[in-house]
Nanobody
Framework: QVQLVESGGGSVRAGGSLTLSCAFS????????IGWFRQAPGKEREGVVA???????VYADSVRGRFTMSKGGAENSLYLQMNSLKPEDTAMYYC????????????????????WGQGTQVTVSS
């Protein structure tokens, strides 16, 4: 089973930047898709960015143009570079993996993902 561990969260003022990391280990399985999700207090978990079944990178409308997901050269890490952060970006951020056949924005559905990290907190102040 793939294990995922997030890191890099912290506190930043609006307009600032943070980069989150997700280290994953275990058997390499090309049937898994990976992505970033977040959950703010009192709100449902939402997809931030994910790879769909065609290996296209899909971003939520709220972060497109500000956030960038990338993979490490060793293919054992995932990054989320967050620029121009806003207070509404405040949330617990999770890396996740799942097996599914979905394309485009459908891949942002958290219910598709079965393997989750413990999360890393991001707090953006005004």
């Amino acid at each position: 089973q793939v294990q995922l561990v997030e890191s890099g969260g912290g506190s930043v003022r609006a307009g600032g930047s943070l980069t989150l990391s997700c280290a994953f280990s275990g058997p390499t399985d090309t049937t898994y898709r990976i992505g970033w999700f977040r959950q703010a207090p009192g709100k449902e978990r939402e997809g931030v960015v994910a790879k769909d079944s065609a290996l296209n990178t899909v971003y939520a409308d709220s972060v497109r143009g500000r956030f960038t997901m990338s993979k490490g050269g060793a293919e054992n890490s995932l990054y989320l570079q967050m620029n121009s952060l806003k207070p509404e970006d405040t949330a617990m951020y999770y890396c996740a993996a799942g097996r599914f056949s979905r394309w485009g924005r459908d891949a942002l559905n958290p219910a598709l993902y079965s393997l989750w990290g413990q999360g890393t907190q991001v707090t953006v102040s005004s």
